[in-house]
């Protein structure tokens, strides 16, 4: 609804060519340095002056800039959809900054000027306007009506958003949104996830984690065998006697103490590279295996809720809540956490779960809704009016 999907689909495949492009511009530019280096370590006024050498530092520089650019593009897009499953969720029409910070994690003025930003390339549908003294994000929506499907009542949007009826006691509530031509009803699916976490969770998410700890233990092991044949060969490069030996030995195919030592300083240099290549791949295995942990403990939580949406204060994460709730957003934005979002509701943070958005179909008999512009609107099969006059508050 809110997402210009033919551009962000072109801008997607923008970034595949830009990480192909860098990763073969600096994996390429560092082998050739390197081999430079460890050949002419005693003279490196020959690298400076070789011909690669300048060529392999643009080189670099272009690839590393090509990473960058495809890094930030896809975290922006993350981020587009974010907000735009955020604003297709909320029923009034009207979201403040700061609502969107505290769900974000980030400032009000780095949503601010992401939002501005995102208009002109990654969303469409919404507005920035001053609406009491206050600039806020104006949806494109324009009615929406909750009700319950257990007794038919309509529901408040305020008491919408507790999960329960005030009439019959059922969660089995739902809402009707009009927006532009186009018209969606929000659900939720809380019974298939009742005593199931793995309907919240990635699935096999236990075997996940325990691949995830032996990629850790291999990054560490790799780390550790990298700085052993540097912090090895270190040693030997100028111990007079190792190298004496190794030239009398008549085993070296090296004649002089000088390509002996090349050969060290090779092995030097390539095993530092070896240990600082897996440093991050390391540093990563222990955030994912953090963000998968927190995963795991919320969807055993969430199979136990009885309604809808849950105060975040209620979550299961650390004592410390600013790092508990962005250990929650990290397991979220990498789909360790599924079938349920972080949101604001009457001034309140809370978590919706199970929640189904269901577009262009009929909410009473699933046929397909073209062009429901307004809330007169019949369905074409069972004769429903989609939606009632009721207008956005």
């Known amino acids: 609804m809110y997402l210009r999907e033919k551009r962000i689909k072109i801008l997607k495949i923008k970034n595949v060519i830009l990480v192909a492009v860098g990763i073969f511009c600096v994996a390429t530019s560092v082998f050739v340095m390197v081999s430079l280096v460890s050949h002419y370590h005693d003279d490196l006024q020959t690298v400076l ?47 403040s900054y700061g609502d969107l910070a505290e769900v974000t994690g980030k400032s009000a003025d780095s949503v601010k000027r992401q939002l501005h930003f995102f208009r002109k390339i990654y969303m469409k549908g919404y507005e920035i306007e001053i609406v009491n003294h206050t600039e806020q994000i104006v949806l494109n929506s324009k009615k929406c009506i909750c009700e319950c499907k257990h007794c038919g009542a309509p529901i408040e949007k305020r008491i919408y958003f507790t999960g329960i009826c005030p009439y019959c006691g059922s969660s089995d509530l739902f809402a009707r949104i009009l927006t532009d031509s186009r ?109 998968i942990s927190v995963a795991d403990d919320c969807s055993q939580y969430f199979a136990g809720c009885k309604t809808p949406f849950v105060n975040a204060e209620k979550l299961p994460v650390t004592q410390n809540r600013k790092r508990g709730l962005q250990s929650v957003r990290g397991a979220l934005r990498l789909r360790y956490l599924l079938n349920c979002t972080l949101e604001k509701h009457d001034g309140v943070l809370k978590v919706a779960l199970a929640k189904k958005i269901v577009k262009d179909q009929c909410p009473s008999c699933g046929g397909a809704i073209v062009g429901a512009v307004d809330e007169h609107y019949k369905c074409r099969y069972c004769g429903n009016v989609i939606m009632e006059v009721i207008h956005k508050k």
């Open 183 to 291: 018209f969606y009803s929000i659900g939720n699916r809380m019974s298939e996830g009742v005593k199931n976490p793995e309907f919240y969770s990635l699935k096999n998410i236990a075997m996940k984690k325990r691949l995830f700890f032996f990629y850790l233990c291999l990054g560490l092991f790799a780390i550790a065998i990298g700085a052993i044949i540097c912090l090895g060969n270190i040693v030997d490069y100028n111990n007079q006697e190792y190298l004496t030996k190794v030239l009398l030995s008549g085993e070296s195919p090296y004649s002089s103490y000088a390509l002996i030592k090349a050969e060290i300083m090779d092995n030097i240099i390539w095993g530092a590279v070896l240990a600082l290549a897996f440093v991050p791949v390391a540093f990563n295995r222990c955030k994912k295996i953090k963000y």
């Open 49 to 95: 002056e070789a011909r690669a050498t300048p060529d392999c530092v643009k080189a670099v520089i272009i690839g590393v800039i090509c990473l960058l650019i495809a890094g930030r593009s896809r975290r922006l897009i993350e981020d587009a959809n974010f907000y735009s499953g955020y604003f297709e969720g909320d029923l009034s029409g009207y979201i």
